[in-house]
């Protein structure tokens, strides 16, 4: 395989839809620089679904939003991101954007926050396919078709309207359908769900699964609903402070959790099992990274800190199914 990467990097085969190794991130320089991201590496394969879940703040919107080389102003990106074998954080401003035309798409948490309004939704759902070179009859056929598979009535209609006249839900599956139009190899969905009720939220999340999975799409499913990412993902990383602290098969890492950062956000769950072993709610706030504590950033937080976790970041070593990074995993499944 003609593959341009250093000797030495991390297997990457060009099948992977998301390859994102060691990624870091920096706002500003010199002494008041502030990391956001550190070490991040996350892959998701061709037609795999994997879980990226943590509490509010822990990266994970900077995180998917890095994949598609979009990082904050004044933001310094370091390590390597991969989409479809384009090396992202290397691209130019045309090679993204035509990237996230075609080959590459989100789903954002508010879609009202990320639609233009005043565009019709069938200028939105045909820009994708008309940027790949689809001619305009055609791709207005295509949008009508699939506002018809996400259960949009009426899909001539919809396509002549303005996003201020859908409520937020029928406007989320405008956005899946847009998102999924051009067939791309990656999805970012990010909180898809957590604007919608509870129904809605399980109608799109059937939607969202059911469409990838006949395309083949890779999706990276961004929540911090631990028991839906168990439920609908492949693998799951766990992410606190700006790192990944888990990684393991969605089954695993709902019946074996290996970190205590996982544990207890599957203790705070309401489905929590009542046969495990109870390590209390995480206390206290979630961290950013500028304001971890050195060595394991989870560590003033955990019951099961010592010493020997102040000394360095834990590197990931495998408990069970996990990848983890801790030095304990023993003690939180046996
Ligand atoms: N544009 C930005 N400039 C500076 N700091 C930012 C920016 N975006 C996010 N951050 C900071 O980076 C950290 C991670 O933010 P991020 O949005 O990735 O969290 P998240 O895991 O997606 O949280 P949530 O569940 O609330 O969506 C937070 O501390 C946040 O304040
Ligand atoms: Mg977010």
Redesign the pocket.
Known sequence: MLDDKPAGEEATTRRDALDVARLGLT?GAGDGAVP?LADVTLRVGRGETVGLV??????????ARAALGMV??G?RATGRVTVSGVDVLAAGRRALRDLRRTRASMVF?DPRASINPVRRVGDYLTEGLRARGTPAGAAAERARELLGQVGIADPAGAMRRFPHQFSGGMLQRVMIAGALSTEPELLLAD?PTTALDVTTQAEVVALLKEMQRARGTGMLF?T?DLDLAAAICDRVYV?YA?RIVEEAPGRALFTAPAHPYTRALLEASPSAHGDRVAIKAVAGRPR?LAESPSGCSFRDRCPLADDRCAEAVPAHRTHRASAVACLRPELVSP
């Open positions: 706002l956001l943590g509490e509010s703040g822990s990266g994970k919107s900077l995180t904050p102003r933001a948490q909180e961004v911090h992410m700006g950013a």
